[in-house]
Structure formats: C-alpha cells, structure tokens
C-alpha cells in the first residue's frame, strides 16, 4: 500500500482534564478538515477548507518519515501521546517530545498548524508554522453551546451622588441603590459571563463598566443607560492590516477571519468601527488613493473582492470572478484610473479597472494557490508581481499583459509579496516557508538580488525604501518581528500576541496583526509599541477604575490602561506569564500606580501614565485573586485564603494576615482597616500596619465586592446586597 492511497490522516491528543483539554483532527484528501475539541465546559467542532498544496506537503513527509514503519517507543506514564491514524497504512502513538526522534517533526509541523488555523486560534496546545492556508473554517452549529460559567463580579461606586452597587448576573449586571436596595438599572450584556465590574466617575458621566467571556469591555451611563463605548476587536485572526490618511486623519484598517473590517483611528487609536455582514472571512486588504477617493478593497474566502469609499464606507465595487478563495489584493493609481490585481486558490492573478469594476485581464501561469500580490511603476508603467505555494514569483506588463518574468524560490513555498514603497528603483520582497526574506530588484525584468537569512519561518512581510536606506519588516510565526535595515538585521521585536498574520509600513509606522485577533502599531525606528487599538483576545477577569482611567486584566496575561471616558487606549502593560485575576489602581508617591496579579503568582506594580514596571513582588504560593490600595499600602490576597501586605513603594512585607478558609473574592481598605472577604462567606476586618483583628461576619452568599459606606460595610454577592454587622 502506498501513502498515495492515503484518503485520511487522523491526528489526536491531550484529555478532557488537561488544560487543553483533547482534540481529533481529520484531514481528507478531498480538502477538507474537521476538529473536535473536548473540554471541561463541553464540545465545540469545527470545518472548513485547505488549499490543496498542504495534502500533497503532507503525504510528502509521511513518505519520507518511512510511516508507518516507526519503531514504537515507550510512552511516559500520564503523559497524553500524539496519536498518528493514517488511512489505510496504519497507526502510531508517539511522545510529545519523541517526534524528531522518530523522522516526523515535518507531518507533525503540518498537523499542528492545521490544528491552531481549523479551529481558529481557539486551540493553544499547538503551534502554527504554516502560512493562512484554512479558508471557510466555521463552527458546527449542530453542537450545544459549551457551559459557560455563572457570572461573577460586581462593584460599589456612586450614581446622581447616592452609593450603588452593579452586581452581575449571567449575561448582563443589574444596578441598585446601596441606601434602599430600590432598582437603578440593569442590562444585557451579551449571552457570555460578566466576569468584571466597575463603577466610577468621569467627564460628568457615572459610568458603570463591564467585561468578561466575550473580550468586550463596555461603559454605560449610569443615569441615563446610554452606551459610552464597547471596545472590541476581532474574533479571528487578523488577516491583514493597512494605513491610510483619509480626509486628513491617519486611520489603520484591519481585515480578519471574522469577516469584519475594523477601522482605528492612527493619533488616538479610537475604535471608529467595523464594516460587516458578509458570509465567510477576509483573507486581505490593501488601500489606494485613486481619482480624488480613498479606496479599500479586501478579498475573502468567498471568492469575491470588495472595494469601499474610505470616506464614507459605501460600496462601490463586488468584483467577482476567482474561483475558490481570494488570498491577495493590491491597488495602484495611474492618475484618473486605478487598477486592483487579485490572486488565490484559482492560480489566476485577476486583473481589474477600479473605475467600472470590469475584468481586464486574466494572467496565468502559477501551478499553485497565489498568496500574493504586489503592484510597481517600471518606466511609469505598472508591473503585477506575484508569488505562490508553487515556489515561484512572476511579473506581468499591467497595460500589455506581456508575462516579464518568471522566477524560483528553489522550490520553497512563497507566503507573501510586497511591492518596495518609496524612493529608488522598483523591487518586490517576498517570504517563503525557508525562513527566507527575498529582495528582487526590478531591472530586465525581474532578478534576484539578495536573500536575508532568518531563523524562523516568515508569516507576513512589508518594505519601503527612503533616499538612503531599505527597510524590509517580516513578520514570523513564532510572534516576532524582524527588522532589516540594508540587508543587516537590526531589530527583533518580540513575540506577545501569538503568530504574526500580517505586517505593513504606514503614515503612523510599523503595523501589525496576530492569530489572536491582535493589531498593534510599532514605531518604525525604534520598533516601540505605539498603540494597541484592540482590546484583550481573552476573557476580561478584573477591571479598576480610577483617576479617569479603566485599568483591565484577562486570561491573556495582559494589562490594559484606557481612557475612562473614550475607551481610547492608553498603555498596555506586558510582564505576567499566565493570566491578570486582579488589578487595583492607587496613588505612591504622588504618582498614579496599576497593580496586577493573577495565576503566575506575583504582584507587579506599575507607572499608569508610562506603562513603566516598578515592582515584582513574589511570595505567594498560590494563584492571587485580589488586590487593594491603602495608603501607601497595597494588599494581595491569594487561592489558599492568605493576606499579605505590602509597601506599596518599595514592595517590602509589612503584614501577613493568616486565617482565611479559602480563596480570597475582593478586599477594600477603609483608612486603616482591611476588609477581606472569602469564598466561603466570611468577612474579616484588620486593622494595619499592625495586623490586629476589628471584626468578623458571615454572609450567606459568595462575596463579590466589599465597601464602607457612611460608617458601615457592605458586602454585594451573587445573592444581592447585604449589610455587615461587626
């Protein structure tokens, strides 16, 4: 039996306990792919394509691997194996860590990527070493729901002056007055868990703000119920990212696999929008100025390419014409015309007339799926270069149609094209799955100048050239960046979003977008995190509000600072290995300072204005759930129940406060005394630097906020509101 009889390939791992928990992978030869992910809060599955040069790149590797004749080897007790069904050669269990070992790092390179691009991003158990090669990956919507989690959060603040508490429910939070228990309001959220709550003031406005499952951060005023802001970004990979100056202000575009178009602004990083509505993802954008108009177009795995007004989001062209996805797009202006080049799963690079949306020209020659397209003025004329999974790069006369070039990666496949922007003779740079960065100048024809060596595999690459320098930016699928200046290496931006999906040079700098759905703005230069418009790509889990800021923490291990009336961001603070459980906001020292904590078990403090890291503080032995300012003072309290209090400005131990059942749910100081409430319904009052105990309650219900309020406590939880007694 040969492995070209091969109909399936079958990939399993991990178990309903892990982290991951397990998933089953089938890839078939037909091009389709299903994965089934089990998890303690249930199934989920999914669908969906891939381009026809992974099978082939598949069996490759199996063959070569000498499956199924692999010696077994013995797999460590309690580890969960890879387990490798080959339809109809065989089977194969094999350790996680014996996959070189055994000749199949490259089938397990291939497996693992498709694992992470079927379902998403939503399986971090693997990682992704392949290009977007998953078009139409959908969730099967035959499956329950997975369970969510109650909702567990709430907030004391004031509204109109009088103190409230917002308590959240499963899906929304509902708003009531501390002295009467009387109803302020309440609203829906979404379908998913509110996992953060906060209540605060700013600009006039009491704002009641909420967070959770779904990655959405929302503020309403609390007197009128009028949304403020819901700041949110995509629910998919970012597929690509540009930047433009329309009508005067600089704006960054990015596309993703959530088929949504969301539009930032470049000086503010406000969130101006999304354009939506279509079936299926995007898998491309690019930006044009042509005939007095700003232009965006975008291709999606639907086959179709989309042209809009920037100015004002109207549609003016649906250009249809490919056949299967679309994986690229580019623009150019010739005066009063403007010319759009798409390329995808068809081999075909399309040409089109921006004016009427006609087809001008059909070019083919590539022998695989294009992954890309670029555009460059030759003599003043425009030059289509393009390249794809067959290895190769061509170039066309975009008035003629003449075919100019043909040229070899030596077999590698080509990920992306970009054409050079700027000053100097036209060059494209293209990245190949070899780790490769190449620069082909434009001279007869289309030769190969250079080759920039790189360790790691490329995923999205951009360039532009000044009057004295190339700087070529690639973006690669371990997270990083790397930099070119002139062919030397000078930069490596490192990884904190996942894989890198796409990369641009714009008016506001280097642009980035993440398999997360993360877009980021880099200054060119120095390659410094400018901006980050979109919010957490995980579960919100804690919120502090405070000094017209919102301070966030999530299951990403980010903390996220934002402006408390906008919504616009500020800074994003980077240093925690697992995920923020807690964050407070206070004042040291005259400066405005963000602690976080969470489940790497340290508290770390930072400058709110900088995003500079002032402390690390370590100590507890267990996952910390909450965080409190005093003066001059800051408590962490942690899973195991224990209390520790520390000098806000130098991190030295000032008290440990043992005795706790429990996790820790919220603590509040109230001059020099400490509230600290349980899991299991106990509050406690100590009194600091000295550690004495004030007083004990105990409430029926799981505690959720803790507040002093005219000379009582008061203590809101999932059954409401309750008064303490002490």
């Not at 139409?136 to 959060?153: M, T």
């Not at 759009?340 to 083919?364: K, N, P, T, Y």
């Not at 966030?552 to 402006?563: F, I, K, L, P, Q």
């Not at 508290?603 to 709110?608: C, K, M, P, Q, S």
Request: proline share 4%; charged share 20%; with cysteine.
């Amino acid at each position: 039996m040969a492995v070209s009889d091969v109909a399936q390939v079958d990939y399993r791992s991990g178990a309903l306990g892990d982290r991951f928990g397990r998933f089953e992978l089938t890839v078939r030869a037909d091009g389709t792919a299903g994965l089934v992910h089990h998890h303690v809060t249930g199934t989920r599955a999914w669908t969906a394509r891939v381009e026809p040069a992974v099978w082939s790149r598949l069996l490759g590797a199996l063959d070569r691997s000498g499956f199924p004749a692999i010696p077994a080897r013995p797999i460590v007790p309690g580890a969960a194996p890879r387990e490798l069904l080959v339809e109809p050669l065989g089977e194969l269990m094999v350790g996680w860590h014996d996959v070189e070992e055994a000749g199949l790092t490259e089938v397990f390179r291939i497996l693992d990527s498709l694992v992470r691009q079927v379902g998403d991003g939503a399986i971090r158990s693997t990682t992704d070493d392949l290009p977007r090669v998953v078009h139409w990956s959908a969730p099967d919507s035959s499956l329950p729901e997975p369970v969510r989690g109650s909702s567990s959060a709430a907030a004391f603040g004031t509204v109109a002056g009088r103190p409230a508490c917002a308590i959240g429910e499963e899906g929304g939070f509902s708003l009531l007055s501390v002295e009467d228990r009387s109803s302020l309001g309440s609203s829906t959220v979404s379908d998913l868990s509110v996992r953060a709550m906060a209540l605060g003031t700013v600009e006039g406005h009491d704002v009641v703000l909420a967070a959770g499952d779904d990655r959405v951060i929302r503020a309403w005023d609390a007197r009128t119920g009028e949304v403020l802001y819901a700041r949110t970004g995509h629910r998919g990979a970012v597929t690509g990212v540009t930047a433009a100056q329309v009508a005067g202000r600089s704006v960054v575009l990015s596309a993703g696999t959530d088929g949504d178009l969301r539009v930032w602004a470049g000086d503010t990083a406000d969130d101006l929008g999304a354009i939506s509505g279509w079936e299926g993802g995007f898998t491309s954008i690019c930006h044009a100025h042509v005939a007095g108009l700003d232009l965006f177009a975008a291709g999606g795995d639907d086959g179709v390419v989309r042209v809009w007004n920037a100015a004002d989001g109207q549609s003016l062209h649906t250009l249809r014409g490919h056949t299967g996805w679309v994986n690229a797009v580019a623009m150019v202006s010739l005066g009063d015309q403007g010319l759009l080049a798409s390329g995808g799963a068809d081999h075909i690079v399309r040409l089109w007339d921006l004016s009427d949306g006609r087809e001008l020209r059909a070019f083919e020659g590539h022998g695989d799926s294009v992954t890309g397209v670029a555009f460059v003025l030759l003599d003043g004329r425009p030059v289509v270069g393009s390249c794809a999974l067959d290895g190769t790069v061509r170039t066309w006369d975009a008035v003629t149609g003449e075919a100019l070039a043909e040229r070899s990666a030596d077999g590698d496949w080509l990920i992306a094209i970009a054409a050079v922007s700027g000053d100097g003779p036209p060059a494209f740079v293209t990245a190949g799955m070899d780790g490769g960065i190449r620069l082909w100048e434009m001279r007869d024809g289309l030769s190969h100048a250079a080759m920039l060596p790189g360790e790691v595999v490329p995923s999205a690459v951009a360039a532009v050239r000044t009057a004295d320098r190339t700087i070529i930016a690639a973006g690669c699928t371990d997270g990083t960046v790397n930099l070119w200046n002139d062919g030397a290496l000078t930069r490596t931006l490192p990884p904190t979003d996942g894989t890198i999906t796409a990369v641009g040079i714009g008016p506001g700098g280097l642009l980035v977008g993440t398999d997360d759905g993360t877009v980021r703005v880099h200054d060119i230069g120095t390659g410094d995190e400018s901006a980050v418009p979109t919010p957490h790509t995980a579960p919100v889990l804690a919120l502090a509000f405070a000094d017209d800021i919102l301070v966030s923490g999530g299951t990403d291990a980010a903390v996220r600072v934002w402006d408390g009336g906008s919504g616009a961001p500020r800074v994003r603070l980077l240093g925690h290995t697992e995920g923020v459980a807690a964050v407070a906001v206070g004042r040291v020292d005259e400066r405005v300072v963000v602690a976080s904590a969470g489940y790497d078990r340290t508290v770390r403090t930072w400058d709110a204005a900088t995003g500079r890291p002032l402390l690390v503080i370590h100590g507890h032995m267990y996952p910390v759930y909450a965080l409190a300012f005093g003066e001059g003072i800051l408590a962490s309290a942690s899973y195991d129940g224990v209390v520790r209090v520390w000098h806000a400005a130098t991190g030295d131990q000032v008290a440990l406060l043992p005795g706790n059942d429990g996790p820790i749910r919220a603590m509040r100081f109230a001059g020099d005394d400490l509230a600290v409430a349980a899991e299991d319904g106990a509050i406690r009052v100590w009194r600091l630097p000295s550690g004495e105990p004030v007083g004990e309650a105990k409430v029926e219900q799981t505690p959720l906020a803790v507040s002093f309020i005219d000379g009582h406590w008061y203590v809101a939880g999932d059954q409401g509101l309750t008064a303490l007694e002490l």
